[in-house]
């Protein structure tokens, strides 16, 4: 405030990092093991701070894939929404050995029925300002919570592998992705080989 009104009303953006999610049409496709990757890949290269969200609520395995014992999960910091900031967010999220940091899947489906839409978005909010890069793992269903990742990523990374079925299946998620308004320019298709 005593910038703005010092300065003549310039206004510095804060600064904001990148949302990256991750979607598939069913499990098995390999979509958690490349968000991870690519999480990974971030910090071993000093791309700045990461954190992997694992929004795959009823299912999430992020911090299993990394090894790691959870003590909080996302649902911690959902339950102090109203005092949640950067400080407070970098406490509750467990931090790997590569230097990146997870919000784990709440432990069972009924924690995971108390993560809503907004409640997430504002979680992610607070992440892209303190992180350079948040990465999104989802849920393979388009339901509120995935919706509200795919609004506030900056690339939704549609994963799959070479089954016909997954494809298939594929085709038709990308139909429903542009059909609800997501441009184009922030979709990739990754082709995960499994064999």
Not at 142 to 153: C, F, G, N
């Amino acid at each position: 405030l005593l910038r703005r009104r010092l300065g003549g009303g310039r206004r510095t953006a804060a600064p904001r990092g990148q949302v990256l999610s991750f979607l598939g049409t069913k499990g098995g496709v390999g979509k958690s093991t490349v968000a991870i990757n690519v999480a990974c890949a971030l910090a071993r290269q000093g791309a700045g701070d990461v954190l992997v969200v694992d929004a795959s609520l009823q299912h999430g395995t992020v911090a299993e894939l990394l090894d790691l014992e959870p003590t909080t999960t996302l649902l911690d910091a959902i339950h102090q929404l109203d005092r949640l900031d950067g400080t407070l967010l970098r406490t509750l999220a467990l931090e790997h050995h590569t230097g990146l940091h997870v919000l784990a899947a709440p432990r069972n489906a009924i924690e995971a029925s108390e993560v809503g839409d907004g409640a997430l978005a504002r979680v992610l909010s607070i992440a892209r300002q303190n992180y350079s890069h948040v990465i999104v793992d989802t849920f393979p269903l388009l339901e509120p919570v995935t919706l509200a990742v795919l609004d506030v990523s900056d690339l939704i990374h549609v994963v799959l592998n070479d089954f016909i079925p997954t494809v298939l299946g594929t085709v038709e998620l990308l139909g429903v992705i542009d059909r609800l308004g997501f441009p184009p320019e922030r979709i990739r298709v990754v082709l995960n080989h499994t064999h």
